[in-house]
């Protein structure tokens, strides 16, 4: 449908320029449609070329996308107004946000020594102590950590290292349903983003190899604790993965997100042990440390190593000391472990006894790692609502799906076992409700 909003400009920056103040205004919505390129040349005065100019770039910057025959729409998550979820209702169970229990997170004290004064670590940009620390967790489970740097968070070291390795309108093959930040970070990337569907056990091969087929550089996955689908690489399917990366004709960077690795509740099978000649893992504590320690640890290839930190040292140089001493003063706590080991074991017995009190209901779910439950449905908004109605809010699914089915989103950490079957039986009532009105 056409939009009502007046674009104006008489070049491809002022045309650019006011296509993206009707984004950021809202009065051009997601998904909302440009005219065609020929129209608003006519309209504006101005040639074709110069309004093909002036998509290209929003295109660029990840505002609008393309759709071939279908033209040019304002993209689902633009860079310049990132969607947020909508706030929890007053009232209700918060089962939507993805967060860990606040019950197994130590205190965050101040570090006992403070760096002095105005002082640059460029030149010594990790500390050692927490350096041999980041090796030793990664080598416990495998993963090679003879090249390993430091970064702000999962989301700043992917966006790092997929600016410096793709160009403008490379593709990317994303997991779908995936992690929401991520599908919205690669458009605003000015990448494409390519879906790969998901089941218990991670990305299929088969979706993979189309995805790079129709030229993915880089995939970014998580090989346990997926989100939302919470599927977890076994041993075969990380083996079968490694086959079809090695058919692919061009060299593809392999990214893992393995962002619940102290509290998956499984082992790692990790596509990082599989010889390939481009790969990067990166791994975060704030699902087991604390959602504010926003440090994150990266094992990847000699190559890998020196774009991710040559680009860092021209950006923010290095990551806060004062943040790594906090984070090693913590992974060496025997306090803190004791917590740790409790979470692990309490997400597990969470998520699977909802799974259980599902099942004897005869309601399809998944979850078999990690601190999420999906569930497919045909409604969203009615799942939602409907169990908001009954005191629980849960995500709706549509912020995490590219092109999968229907579902909705309940992270497990913090609930209960004995929640588990009321939440259960809530969630079969609201599935058999909308079923009666769908008549099916």
Same mark, same amino acid.
């Given at each position: 449908?056409?939009?009502?909003?007046? &674009?104006?400009?008489?070049?491809?920056?002022?045309?650019?320029?006011?296509?993206?103040? =009707?984004?950021?205004?809202?009065?051009?919505?997601?998904?909302?449609?440009?005219?065609?390129? $020929?129209?608003?040349?006519?309209?504006?005065?101005?040639?074709? *070329?110069?309004?093909?100019?002036?998509?290209?770039?929003? $295109?660029?910057? =990840?505002?609008?996308?393309?759709?071939?025959? =279908?033209?040019?729409?304002?993209?689902?998550?633009?860079?310049?107004?990132?969607?947020? +979820? +909508?706030?929890?209702?007053? %009232?209700? #169970?918060?089962?939507?946000?993805?967060? +860990?229990?606040?019950?197994? @997170?130590?205190?965050?004290?101040?570090?006992? !020594?403070?760096?002095? =004064?105005?002082?640059?670590?460029?030149?010594?940009?990790?500390?050692?102590?927490?350096?041999?620390?980041?090796?030793?967790?990664?080598?416990?489970? *495998?993963?090679?950590?003879?090249? @390993?740097?430091?970064?702000?968070?999962?989301?700043?070291?992917?966006? #790092?290292?997929?600016?410096?390795?793709?160009?403008?309108?490379?593709?990317?093959?994303?997991?779908?349903?995936?992690?929401?930040?991520?599908?919205?970070?690669?458009?605003?990337?000015?990448? !494409?983003?390519? +879906?790969?569907?998901?089941?218990?056990?991670?990305?299929?091969?088969?979706? @993979?190899?189309?995805?790079?087929?129709?030229?993915?550089?880089?995939?970014?996955?998580?090989?346990?604790?997926?989100?939302?689908?919470?599927?977890?690489?076994?041993?075969?399917?990380?083996?079968?993965?490694?086959?079809?990366?090695?058919?692919?004709?061009?060299?593809?960077?392999? &990214?893992?997100?393995?962002?619940?690795?102290?509290?998956?509740?499984?082992?790692?099978?990790? @596509?990082?042990?599989?010889?390939?000649?481009?790969?990067?893992?990166? $791994?975060? /504590?704030?699902?087991?440390?604390?959602?504010?320690?926003?440090? %994150?640890?990266?094992?990847?290839? #000699?190559?890998?190593?020196?774009?991710?930190?040559?680009?860092?040292?021209?950006?923010?140089?290095?990551?806060?000391?004062?943040?790594?001493?906090? /984070?090693?003063?913590?992974?060496?706590?025997?306090?803190?472990?004791?917590?740790?080991?409790?979470? $692990?074991?309490?997400?597990?017995?969470?998520?699977?006894?909802?799974?259980?009190?599902?099942?004897? #209901?005869?309601?399809?779910?998944?979850?078999?790692?990690?601190?999420?439950?999906?569930?497919?449905?045909?409604?969203?908004?009615?799942?939602?609502?409907?169990?908001?109605?009954?005191?629980?809010?849960?995500?709706? *699914?549509?912020?995490?799906?590219?092109?999968?089915?229907?579902?909705? !989103?309940?992270?497990?950490? %913090?609930?209960?076992?004995?929640?588990?079957?009321?939440?259960?039986?809530?969630?079969? *009532?609201?599935? %058999?409700?909308?079923?009666?009105?769908?008549?099916?």
């Amino acid at each position: 449908m056409a939009t009502q909003y007046e &674009i104006i400009g008489a070049s491809a920056k002022g045309i650019a320029a006011s296509v993206e103040q =009707g984004v950021v205004e809202g009065a051009l919505a997601p998904g909302t449609a440009l005219p065609p390129v $020929r129209r608003l040349a006519e309209r504006l005065s101005v040639s074709p *070329g110069t309004v093909a100019t002036a998509y290209k770039e929003l $295109r660029r910057r =990840g505002i609008v996308v393309t759709h071939g025959r =279908g033209g040019t729409v304002v993209a689902p998550t633009p860079a310049v107004a990132s969607r947020r +979820p +909508p706030p929890v209702p007053e %009232g209700v #169970r918060d089962l939507a946000g993805g967060h +860990p229990d606040a019950a197994f @997170l130590p205190a965050l004290l101040p570090t006992a !020594r403070l760096s002095p =004064g105005v002082r640059s670590h460029r030149a010594q940009p990790r500390l050692a102590g927490l350096e041999d620390l980041a090796r030793a967790w990664y080598e416990r489970d *495998g993963v090679p950590a003879e090249h @390993l740097t430091f970064a702000h968070g999962a989301l700043d070291c992917v966006a #790092r290292l997929l600016s410096v390795e793709l160009r403008p309108g490379d593709a990317v093959a994303m997991e779908d349903p995936g992690y929401h930040h991520l599908l919205d970070l690669v458009p605003a990337l000015g990448l !494409r983003t390519v +879906p790969v569907a998901v089941d218990e056990e991670g990305i299929r091969p088969d979706a @993979l190899r189309a995805a790079l087929r129709s030229g993915a550089r880089a995939l970014v996955c998580s090989p346990r604790g997926q989100n939302p689908y919470g599927g977890w690489f076994s041993a075969g399917r990380r083996d079968a993965l490694l086959g079809v990366l090695g058919e692919a004709a061009g060299e593809v960077l392999v &990214i893992e997100d393995d962002h619940v690795a102290d509290v998956a509740g499984v082992p790692l099978h990790s @596509l990082t042990t599989g010889g390939l000649a481009r790969w990067a893992q990166v $791994r975060t /504590v704030s699902k087991h440390l604390g959602t504010d320690l926003r440090w %994150g640890a990266l094992a990847c290839d #000699r190559t890998t190593l020196a774009r991710h930190d040559g680009r860092m040292v021209l950006t923010s140089g290095w990551v806060s000391h004062v943040l790594q001493e906090t /984070v090693a003063r913590l992974v060496t706590d025997p306090e803190t472990q004791g917590l740790v080991a409790a979470a $692990r074991s309490a997400y597990a017995r969470r998520r699977e006894a909802l799974l259980a009190e599902l099942s004897a #209901r005869g309601v399809t779910a998944h979850g078999a790692s990690g601190m999420n439950v999906w569930v497919p449905v045909r409604d969203e908004a009615a799942v939602v609502n409907g169990l908001r109605t009954r005191g629980w809010w849960v995500a709706a *699914g549509a912020r995490f799906r590219l092109s999968a089915g229907a579902g909705v !989103r309940i992270t497990t950490a %913090g609930l209960g076992v004995g929640d588990a079957a009321g939440l259960a039986g809530d969630l079969a *009532g609201v599935l %058999g409700e909308a079923q009666a009105t769908y008549g099916g």
